[in-house]
């Protein structure tokens, strides 16, 4: 809780923010199998960066693991909204698991980009950061044919061996702001780059990252509600703190410390596309308990809705 002695007037709130489509999409996965097939549900990989939703999800009955291996023959598992690569499916399908797919259908749109790439003989740049879960299952969709690119000095310096087969998918939770400069580059040293015909970026991301822009302008500091692992919580961040606001990565209201309110009068507050809305809530109440006003920043109304996926049986 924050102290007492911090006095926020005005607390301006970040739309949209907090769960994405696919997020949502994930977690109701986990819950309706649970519903449907009772325990165990095991699930590979975390659902999505967020610790308290996964903790509430084992308490449901959920159990996370990162090798398709700790998981006893024949039982139903679920992959996470970052997908996997072909070579897990081929693996479950030598174990006879039950497979319940919760992709976020943007992935999932990415990895066909890269099959059909990769078939047409093409070398495949995916502008990603390494280690993320996401950019792991999308490498792992042409072994050998894709390549990973993470910064402006990684495109410069990429050599390929035919530049005139050549074309390039993003990470999804990248935004256009984040891979700009990457493309412009390898537009230029790559003029037969090929990209696809739509936007693999993922509407939620680019939405929350101008939220944030707009909330700078209007603050005195801002707040992302969001975990550390989360790749698009700590671009949230650092796109505020780009333009010169004082802005914190805050998992829950028990980590909002005096220092970061010090002077604030207006606070923003967003929340990451993978951080449930009654953390965002928590933090809402405890300073309007204590007389701060509430006021909404719109800067898009998201009407995305992915069904939920197909059952294992």
């Not at 950061?129 to 050998?144: D, F, R």
């Not at 650092?238 to 805050?250: I, K, M, T």
Request: one cysteine or more.
């Amino acid at each position: 809780m924050p102290p007492q002695q911090v006095s926020i007037e005005k607390i301006i709130l970040a739309e949209p923010r907090g769960f994405c489509a696919g997020v949502d999409r994930a977690v109701e996965a986990v819950r309706g199998a649970l519903r449907a097939y009772g325990r165990p549900l095991y699930v590979r990989h975390q659902i999505v960066h967020n610790r308290f939703v996964l903790e509430a999800l084992e308490k449901e009955g959920a159990i996370f693991v990162e090798s398709l291996d700790e998981v006893p023959e024949g039982q139903r598992v679920i992959f996470s909204a970052h997908g996997v690569a072909p070579s897990e499916w081929d693996h479950a399908k030598e174990r006879g698991l039950r497979v319940i797919d919760a992709t976020c259908p943007l992935v999932t749109k990415v990895h066909l980009e890269v099959e059909r790439y990769a078939q047409e003989g093409r070398t495949v740049i995916l502008v990603g950061h390494a280690g993320h879960e996401e950019v792991k299952g999308t490498l792992g969709v042409a072994p050998g044919k894709v390549v990973l690119v993470g910064s402006v000095e990684e495109a410069r310096a990429l050599q390929i061996s035919d530049p005139e087969r050549v074309a390039a998918v993003t990470q999804t939770t990248l935004s256009v702001d984040d891979t700009r400069e990457i493309m412009e580059t390898l537009k230029e040293r790559f003029p037969a780059l090929l990209t696809p015909k739509t936007d693999d970026i993922c509407y939620a991301t680019q939405n929350r990252q101008n939220a944030v822009k707009e909330l700078v302008g209007v603050t005195d500091a801002v707040l992302v509600v969001g975990s550390r692992q989360s790749s698009n919580a700590n671009r949230l961040v650092e796109v505020a703190r780009q333009r010169g606001a004082r802005a914190f990565l805050v998992d829950s209201i028990a980590d909002v410390e005096p220092a970061m309110l010090e002077g604030v009068r207006a606070l923003g507050l967003t929340a990451s596309a993978s951080s449930p809305e009654w953390l965002v809530e928590e933090i809402i109440g405890a300073f309007a308990n204590r007389g701060a006003q509430v006021e909404l920043l719109s800067v898009a109304k998201e009407r995305v809705h992915f069904p939920l996926p197909m059952p294992a049986d």
